[in-house]
């Protein structure tokens, strides 16, 4: 289910037939900041997005300690020119290669989040359409942090219920199950090409 935005809302309420708004309309507010507060599983999607994001820091930074050890290691006094000209050409060569991991691993991270906040999105969905017909609700905005200053007052008790019982609900469904796909394992670096043998 898509969820509408205020605008589009208020556009629907106001262009129903007078006698059908005699009744006050029936709305609710989903707010999935509040659903990663309150589901167990909305975190587990949360922890595994940082355990991948960390994983690829790690590398990162592992790689940049190891360009400073070498750019450390050019500044030697007891080095040859010839040796240290070889080890300038290795930073380089290690500059460039880093730059390259550093967008590699963003690209896999955002494909990453992309295929699981998708999971996430398809799970949750279905339920949040479920609780709305059971409470035959006319509409549904979604809260989000971007979107706060569009609402002059909310009682937060209120606003919060329909996020918690969409919580309830989902932790529910999927109780036992992994919270998200498993991510890509990452491609390993590739092996230099063996010294060919003369003869």
Known sequence: MRLISAFTTLAIIASVPMSAQDSA????IFAPDQL?????????VIDQLDGIGKGFQS??????KELEKMAEQVKSPGL??????KLQRELQDGDLAFKRMQEDSQKEFNKESEKIYG?????????????SKERKLQVVFQYTRQN????????EKWAVD??????????????GQSAAPKPAAPKPAPKPAAPKKNG
């Open 25 to 28: 309309p029936r709305f609710a």
């Open 36 to 44: 990663f507060k309150t589901s167990a599983r909305a975190k587990k």
């Open 59 to 64: 590398r990162i930074e592992s790689k940049q």
């Open 80 to 85: 040859s020119d010839e040796g240290r000209a």
């Open 119 to 131: 999971q996430f999105q398809t799970e949750v969905g279905p339920i949040v359409e479920e609780v």
């Open 148 to 155: 706060a200053g569009m609402f002059a007052y909310t009682d």
């Open 162 to 175: 329909f996020t918690d019982e969409v919580a309830k609900r989902y932790d529910a469904k999927f109780e």
